[in-house]
């Protein structure tokens, strides 16, 4: 294909640009994502780009504009891009085929798709959630959801019925989409059998459709399953974009937080299709002939902009795995980087830490010689990985992207641009144009000058921030805009050098990242509770060699009941994989007789999560604690 070098509008190439760019969008944030969006394609224009601000919190962008994501992310590359691959599809399996879609295959694909939910009678904001693995029919159903104004929510794979049955009701779906059985590596997941069970408690559900995959067997309720595959077939390939406000929801995405129950972030249609877009441009630098592969799941926030939306939409070709980075064996990742010859390359330090455990010739037998960009996402990377990253697997000829945001941010927030601004171990580096980043002290007071450290914040509105929690806007005010008024506080923590970089220290709330999955400690202390012979339990992240942080959770039992770690854990993982899933399991499981509360009550998790690291440096002044002996107890416990 005859291709332009840079065909993509709003692409920064230098450094200067960079800063310019930066500045434009913090002095002029209305002409400068006026300017941006231009280059979308809108049914009607905008009155206004951006109203609402964080004491109000009623951010609205692009208003009175209407458009259609899809005619964006398909139709608008028809003319120049048809023939080119948009999404390639690897099997869990190395032995069965790939699939790839052209843009003019993908777009056919989604209209079937679309076509099959209207004739089930989904209408323009619906709730449809997915709980599939990645086969093709998650991102075309996604992508068939916006194509009909219905608000699609994707339940990653690895949640228990339980989990999943929370948000159905949550969003009051209409309509959830699976597969019969996952394939995962090796194993199988019954999803189907998971759906059913999670759908004895849901009411809102009136079809279930079933994309048949390993052909396991399943049974199908009369009148509310149907069989997915054969009904795309059959249905026409054509199907007009529906019209949608700019503010209108394009899909809600549960996370975990540090209270409560998951939240379910809303994002809405022109804000975040421009800042998925935006950053997808400028962050990977990709040329037309390119090949993208991001590891991620759809089931999380990166699955949604950077497998699906944000590489679209900059008509990029996308690849899209099913299986798992071990199965058939620890060189999958390598192997598919050369069998399609992947250009750039995004993942999580999780995995980049698991492969480095591995046997180095699982890498170098590989020819990655195709690698352009890497990138990192979902937790911090440590220098050690980050350096292993640069030289085994970039060869040090790749910059390597260290992509801080959130399920919440829409996209990227603050990352190095790939061979223009530089890569800095361990540093996510700058914040993009239209990101105004602040460290703020305990008190809230703003931390000046560099270096720094302190609690991540962003002051600004940006287009590709969810708008709320689904159905609770005062959570939403409440989890994020309250702690530092008029501010966005991330849960975050970070510093900067003296170059204005950043470098993000992890959470400093209650959220754990694990192995990038983001885990909630009261959630799993509220399936632990549920345990008949617990009283409490307390449970916090200790750092962790491969998964970044793993679970720790000192549970106390009911007087008389004298439970061994080894005895409660596979009583308490049955209850956290029926609760949560298999993601939230603990690594260590620590009986104890009481936890170390304040005087209010409160338990000192500042002293868990000490013990739980093995570091008894600073523990500090454990007198003021109403019942100071039980340290002592839980350090022996902990084989302190
Ligand atoms: C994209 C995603 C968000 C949390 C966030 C951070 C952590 C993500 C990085 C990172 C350090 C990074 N969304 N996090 N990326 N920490 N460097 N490059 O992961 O909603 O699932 O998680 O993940 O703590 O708050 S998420």
């Not at 996604?142 to 690895?158: D, E, K, M, Y």
């Not at 779906?173 to 059913?196: F, H």
């Not at 609690?455 to 590709?464: F, K």
Request: glycine share 8%.
């Amino acid at each position: 294909m005859a291709t332009n070098a840079t065909p993509f509008p709003h692409r920064i190439s230098t450094k200067d640009q960079y800063f310019e760019a930066w500045k434009m969008a913090h002095d002029k944030p209305q002409e400068f994502w006026g300017d941006i969006a231009g280059s979308y394609q809108w049914m009607k224009p905008w009155q206004k780009v951006q109203s609402g601000d964080f004491n109000d919190l009623d951010i609205k962008w692009f208003e009175g504009a209407t458009l259609n994501i899809t005619a964006n992310c398909l139709d608008r590359h028809l003319e120049e891009r048809g023939d080119k691959t948009a999404v390639i599809w690897e099997a869990n399996d190395p032995k069965e085929a790939p699939i790839t879609y052209t843009y003019k295959e993908l777009h056919a694909e989604v209209c079937r798709f679309a076509n099959v939910l209207k004739d089930r009678g989904v209408k323009k904001g619906d709730r449809v959630v997915f709980y599939m693995s990645m086969v093709p029919e998650l991102l075309t159903g996604v992508l068939a959801c916006a194509r009909i104004g219905a608000i699609h929510s994707v339940v990653f794979g690895g949640f228990s019925a339980q989990a999943l049955a929370g948000r159905i009701q949550d969003c009051e779906a209409s309509m959830v989409i699976t597969c019969d059985e996952a394939y995962r590596g090796n194993k199988t997941i019954p999803l189907k059998a998971i759906t059913d069970e999670a759908l004895e408690s849901c009411t809102t559900v009136k079809d279930v459709l079933v994309r048949k995959r390993t052909g396991g067997s399943i049974t199908m309720k009369e009148g509310r399953d149907h069989d997915l595959l054969p009904m795309i077939e059959k249905a026409s390939s054509d199907c007009a974009p529906e019209e949608m406000q700019a503010e209108d929801p394009l899909f809600i995405l549960y996370t975990s937080g540090s209270t409560g129950k998951p939240k379910g972030l809303m994002h809405t249609t022109a804000g975040y299709m421009v800042w998925a877009g935006y950053t997808f441009n400028n962050v990977f630098q990709m040329d037309e002939e390119d090949i993208y592969w991001c590891t991620a799941d759809i089931g999380w926030i990166t699955g949604h902009s950077y497998i699906t939306y944000g590489p679209l939409l900059n008509g990029a070709t996308t690849l899209m795995f099913e299986g798992v980075p071990t199965y058939p064996d620890a060189g999958r990742f390598w192997e598919v980087v050369d069998k399609f010859k992947v250009t750039h390359f995004y993942t999580a330090p999780t995995a980049i830490r698991a492969l480095q455990a591995m046997d180095i010739e699982l890498v170098r037998k590989h020819d990655l010689s195709s690698l352009k960009v890497l990138g990192s996402v979902g937790e911090p990377i440590n220098e050690e990985a980050w350096e292993w990253y640069n030289k085994e697997v970039g060869k040090e000829r790749c910059p390597i992207v260290d992509t801080w945001w959130q399920t919440e941010t829409g996209g990227i927030m603050i990352t190095s641009l790939a061979g223009v601004t530089e890569s800095v171990p361990a540093h996510a580096t700058y914040p993009m144009p239209g990101v105004n980043t602040d460290l703020v002290d305990n008190e809230g007071n703003i931390i000046e000058g560099n270096p720094a450290e302190g609690n991540l914040c962003v002051h600004n509105p940006w287009p590709g921030m969810a708008r709320t929690i689904w159905g609770n806007h005062e959570r939403y005010k409440e989890t994020y805009f309250t702690t530092y008024p008029g501010k966005y506080f991330t849960g975050d923590g970070a510093r900067r050098d003296n170059e204005g970089r950043y470098r993000i220290t992890g959470r400093v709330d209650d959220v754990i990242n694990v192995s990038g999955h983001r885990i909630g400690t009261a959630e799993v202390e509220d399936a632990i509770n549920e345990h008949p012979s617990v009283v409490e339990s307390a449970v916090v992240g200790f750092p962790h060699d491969i998964k970044g942080q793993g679970i720790y959770a000192y549970v106390i039992c009911q007087p008389g009941v004298e439970k061994t770690a080894e005895e409660l854990k596979p009583e308490l993982n049955e209850i956290i994989n029926k609760v949560i899933g298999p993601i939230a399991k603990p690594d260590v499981i620590q009986p104890v007789s009481g936890l170390p509360k304040t005087r209010s009550g409160k338990i000192m998790r500042r002293i868990l999560r000490k013990i739980a690291a093995k570091d008894l440096k600073d523990l500090g002044d454990t007198s003021t604690l109403l019942n100071p002996e039980i340290v002592d107890e839980i350090k022996k416990g902990a084989g302190l």
